[in-house]
């Protein structure tokens, strides 16, 4: 299921749903966060982009998974690989961090909730969705290395 698409590795398809949609989420939880009067307004729609992204994770790592097992890495790219790897099975735990707690966040707006509880969910929310970027930013530019770093005009390879 995770291995090839039309003869595609489908890693190379989902892993640029990840790349968009988790750093849009976490813009978008950033946003509801910080300004309390576009919760109500955007916090569903947030709350499905984010959906999307968390789902779309583990699609990517599976698909990674697979991918690796049929290629034949060696040397500094199976490194490359390899730290890729160890950084993108973290992706998770940030970005189900981030999607919990802008549900919790568009929960309370719903049940009009505000006070020291709200500001506290917003601002861990903020936190999550920080850390969910940078884990796939780190991620990403760790995956493109290994792709590409041995493509495009470096003899670190030969």
């Known amino acids: 299921m995770f291995d090839t698409v039309l003869g595609l590795p489908v890693h190379a398809l989902v892993v640029h749903a990840v790349v968009v949609l988790v750093p849009l989420s976490a813009l978008g939880v ?25 789902v779309m ?46 549900a919790v966040l568009v929960l309370l707006t719903r049940q009009k909730r505000g006070g020291t509880a709200v500001r506290l969910v917003a601002g861990l929310a903020v936190v ?14 760790l995956g493109s ?6 493509t495009i005009g470096s003899d670190a390879c030969t």
């Open 30 to 54: 950033v946003a509801i966060s910080l300004v309390p009067r576009w919760r109500e307004r955007y916090g569903v729609l947030v709350l499905l982009l984010s959906t999307a992204a968390l």
């Open 57 to 102: 994770v583990p699609v990517a790592t599976q698909s990674g998974d697979r991918l690796e097992e049929r290629i034949d890495a060696g040397g500094v790219v199976a490194r490359q690989i390899e730290e890729h790897r160890e950084i993108a099975g973290l992706v998770l735990w940030p970005t189900l961090a981030m999607w919990v707690l802008a």
């Open 128 to 141: 999550a969705a920080l850390l969910a970027g940078a884990a796939v930013v780190r991620a990403g530019h």
């Open 145 to 150: 290395t290994a792709v590409w770093s041995c």
